[in-house]
């Protein structure tokens, strides 16, 4: 299909930095688990007992390493959430647990921002969670180091510093749900496919953030993020 055939312009392609590298992975999806942390599922008040479950961003919600991220409307309240995320270079429905492995490119670090005010407000309504997950550049995320040079992760420290005190203090042995099994039992929801993400969860600590916060972002043997809180858009 030419440019011709559009009535209007496309959009861009979402991508993420391949740390390294001047290459870059187109982003389909962004798949987010909800409650895989038990130490974040205490503080948020929720029974542990459940399982994870999952929800979206849109691609564009993606914000590069080094980003100044706006503010959002609507809220008093946004959160940071620091994860690991996991990019896959294929996939397909009802994929085995064992198999699971075989469909990830790599690894970065990412953070769900969160409008927590608003999140809270649709859950106690039993509403979608969009208005409180889905803003703009709600999806900041850092180069992705391939698999290739990381292996597959099961341990290795999560951390996110605010202004450099540390927030966020975890592993990823903590997930109570391991990668391997998020990308089988969601691909038993949808047919996962080349160029989605999977945000995996985040560990206890999330607190809110304002205007000139310095968010600081690691996850042991992947990388780090480093992302600036801007004024909100006028």
């Not at 409650?35 to 029974?47: A, F, L």
């Not at 490119?105 to 649709?122: E, F, M, P």
């Not at 951390?159 to 975890?170: A, H, P, V």
């Amino acid at each position: 299909m030419t440019d011709k055939s559009y009535v209007i312009p496309p959009p861009p392609q979402a991508t993420i930095a391949v740390a390294g590298s001047d290459k870059v992975f187109p982003v389909r999806r962004i798949w987010c688990v909800g409650r895989n942390y038990v130490e974040h599922i205490k503080e948020m008040g929720q029974d542990e007992r459940l399982p994870p479950f999952y929800f979206a961003k849109p691609a564009d919600a993606i914000a590069p390493d080094g980003a100044t991220v706006p503010y959002p409307s609507l809220t008093k309240d946004m959160h940071h959430e620091v994860e690991l995320v996991v990019a896959l270079k294929s996939g397909g429905r009802n994929i085995p647990v064992d198999k699971a492995n075989d469909c990830i490119w790599g690894y970065a670090v990412g953070v769900d921002l969160t409008r927590r005010d608003l999140q809270i407000a649709s859950r106690d309504l039993k509403r979608p969670w969009e208005i409180g997950k889905a803003f703009d550049h709600s999806a900041p995320c850092g180069a992705l180091k391939p698999v290739s040079e990381t292996g597959y992760l099961t341990k290795g420290k999560i951390t996110l510093k605010c202004n450099g005190t540390l927030r966020q203090d975890g592993d990823l042995n903590q997930m109570i749900w391991n990668v391997p099994e998020i990308i089988s039992n969601l691909s038993e929801m949808v047919e996962l496919a080349p160029g989605d993400i999977i945000m995996t969860g985040t560990p206890s600590g999330v607190a809110a953030t304002v205007a000139g916060d310095k968010l600081e972002c690691a996850v042991e043997g992947v990388g780090t993020l480093i992302v600036t809180i801007g004024p909100a858009l006028k």
